[in-house]
């Protein structure tokens, strides 16, 4: 995956003890580019790890090492995995995505934030479901419409992110061409005998 780097000034260095166990899906409520210039702008105070564009672009803002500032505020939490007195951004991966909260998601853009969910999880050993990838409205109640309005696009993203991709389909005439080679080897030893 191609991850551009554009640089946020907006997060605490490590996660003092902390390490991901969850991520959180966010919509800019604007477009890549403007994300971009406000996450860059330390007095916007605000950042997240990673922002995607309906074009599938991902651009990475914070290192997952480090707590970017994306879900700090708590507010009547829905998430079951939320820990009591703690940021959560010290324990979550941050990712926005380009539109408003009525846009349909491009599949593009769908495309690249399965493969980045998936990879994060992966890399951090976070299950991949319901209570481990959860939106924004799920950590802060006053925001009901982040990700989207319509919340079946976390389901989504977790059943695609899900899915393994299945082993590659034996192809019969790559087998038989070793099968071939294989016994050319073995005639060639019995004549070198």
Same mark, same amino acid.
């Given at each position: 995956?191609?991850?551009?780097?554009?640089?946020?000034?907006? =997060?605490?260095? /490590?996660?003092?003890?902390?390490?991901?166990?969850?991520?959180?899906?966010?919509?800019?409520?604007?477009?890549?580019?403007?994300?971009? !210039?406000? =996450?860059?702008?330390?007095?916007?105070?605000?950042?997240?790890?990673?922002?995607?564009?309906?074009?599938?672009?991902?651009?990475?803002?914070?290192?997952?090492?480090?707590?970017?500032?994306?879900?700090?505020?708590?507010?009547?939490?829905?998430?079951?995995?939320?820990?009591?007195?703690?940021?959560?951004?010290?324990?979550? #991966?941050?990712?926005?995505? *380009? /539109?408003?909260?009525?846009? #349909?998601?491009?599949? !593009?853009?769908?495309?690249?934030?399965? !493969?980045?969910?998936? *990879?994060?999880?992966?890399?951090?050993?976070?299950?991949?479901?319901?209570?481990?990838v959860v939106g924004h409205f799920e950590? =802060?109640?006053?925001?009901?419409?982040?990700? !989207?309005?319509n919340k079946k696009i976390l389901d989504?993203?977790?059943?695609?992110?899900?899915?393994?991709?299945?082993?590659?389909?034996?192809?019969?005439?790559? *087998? *038989?061409?070793?099968?071939?080679?294989e016994e050319g080897l073995a005639m060639?030893?019995?004549?070198?005998?």
């Open positions: 995956m191609n991850i551009i780097q554009k640089k946020s000034p907006n =997060f605490w260095i /490590g996660r003092k003890g902390y390490r991901p166990e969850g991520v959180v899906i966010h919509i800019m409520d604007g477009t890549l580019i403007g994300t971009d !210039a406000w =996450f860059a702008n330390p007095t916007s105070q605000v950042s997240a790890h990673y922002g995607i564009g309906k074009n599938g672009e991902v651009h990475q803002y914070v290192q997952e090492t480090d707590a970017a500032w994306h879900a700090g505020r708590v507010d009547t939490p829905l998430w079951k995995l939320i820990k009591s007195n703690v940021n959560p951004n010290l324990y979550t #991966v941050g990712i926005e995505h *380009e /539109g408003k909260p009525n846009d #349909v998601w491009a599949d !593009a853009m769908k495309q690249s934030s399965v !493969a980045l969910i998936r *990879e994060i999880c992966q890399r951090w050993q976070i299950p991949i479901d319901r209570n481990h950590v =802060f109640s006053k925001k009901p419409n982040c990700p !989207a309005s989504e993203l977790v059943a695609l992110a899900g899915q393994q991709t299945p082993p590659p389909t034996p192809n019969p005439s790559v *087998e *038989e061409g070793v099968r071939k080679i060639i030893k019995q004549i070198i005998n």
